[in-house]
């Protein structure tokens, strides 16, 4: 029967099937990602977590790393984060070595994530008074990764722009934001453009803005559409093709302790996101290639 429903079936099942052909290699380096956008609920946490599942799922090893004192990442990863938890607050304070806080996910051994707790609101604070307090999450994420291999460090940033965030954005090279596809999608956007320029200026010039993610699409809607290609205009060569659908199943998963792909790996949202997860690994590719490496 050729109905909506009937077509979007057949649609998710072929793309199903190009994603199970796609043989995908991983850089040597680790590629270090932060997932930033200093408005709130857009999508970071949920785009963080899935992606990384998405990689880990595609045979690269992936560690998260949950800045954020809502411990949102960690929630969704499975990974235990109650207050008595050594966590990545302890590696910014305490000097903890990464290695002792990381946890596998119980969904890959793939899969890592360093998890936060709520003491982690008070960094914040604490940090300003640390010796190097920009440099803190790298200098211990550069010890880990020489002991370690991983393919891709991803962070998840609290929707500030203090002194975790920049420290994500010391520690990191590409800066992936997710940009919501709805009314004001843009707002604040020039903001945070400002605030990578400054840290390429004065703490990190290797940062850059390498991916954006249209989230919580909903084609029924021309404001989507145009919010998508208004997106597309500003930043031709950043927009991923892939697109993360508006779906019920993505909201859902966190609650199970799981990302979309262990909850629901035929759905629209998990698809999406194994696409976007096989176009960044792709992209890598690119570059090196272009580079002569
Ligand atoms: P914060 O700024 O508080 O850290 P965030 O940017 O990390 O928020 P998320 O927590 O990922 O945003 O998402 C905000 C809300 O939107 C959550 O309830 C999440 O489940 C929901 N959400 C995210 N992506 C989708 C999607 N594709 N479809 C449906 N709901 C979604
Ligand atoms: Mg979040």
Not at 27 to 47: M, Y
Not at 76 to 84: K, N, R, Y
Not at 179 to 206: R, W
Not at 246 to 265: H, K, L, N, T
Request: net charge negative; hydrophobic share 40%.
């Amino acid at each position: 029967m050729d109905t909506p429903l009937a077509r979007e079936l057949a649609d998710l099942s072929s793309r199903r099937k190009a994603l199970s052909k796609v043989d995908v290699r991983f850089d040597d380096e680790s590629r270090i990602f932060t997932v930033s956008n200093q408005k709130g609920g857009v999508g970071k946490t949920t785009t963080a977590v899935n992606l990384a599942s998405a990689l880990a799922d595609i045979g690269a090893k992936v560690l998260v790393i949950d800045l954020d004192p809502q411990g949102n990442a960690s929630t969704a990863l499975g990974v235990t984060h109650s207050a008595d938890t050594v966590s990545i607050y302890d590696v910014l304070i305490n000097d903890v070595p990464f290695a002792d806080i990381v946890q596998e996910s119980p969904e890959s051994p793939n899969l890592l994530c360093a998890p936060s707790t709520i003491h982690l609101a008070g960094a914040e604070i604490e940090l300003v008074s640390q010796v190097a307090r920009e440099f803190r999450l790298r200098r211990a994420l550069e010890l880990y990764l020489k002991d370690y291999a991983v393919d891709f460090v991803i962070i998840d940033c609290p929707p500030s722009l203090g002194l975790l965030t920049i420290n994500a954005f010391t520690a990191a090279s590409e800066v992936l934001i997710p940009i919501q596809c709805e009314y004001y999608a843009l707002e604040g956007l020039s903001q945070l453009l400002g605030s990578i320029q400054m840290i390429q200026k004065h703490l990190n010039p290797e940062l850059h803005l390498s991916t954006i993610l249209l989230t919580m699409y909903d084609a029924r809607t021309r404001l989507a559409q145009q919010v998508a290609d208004e997106v597309r205009t500003h930043f031709p060569e950043q927009v991923l093709e892939s697109v993360i659908p508006r779906s019920v199943r993505v909201s859902e998963a966190p609650s199970f302790g799981q990302s979309v792909i262990a909850y629901d790996g035929t759905s629209a949202g998990a698809i999406a996101y194994r696409e976007a997860a096989v176009e960044i690994a792709q992209r890598g590719q690119r570059t090196a290639h272009e580079q002569g490496a």
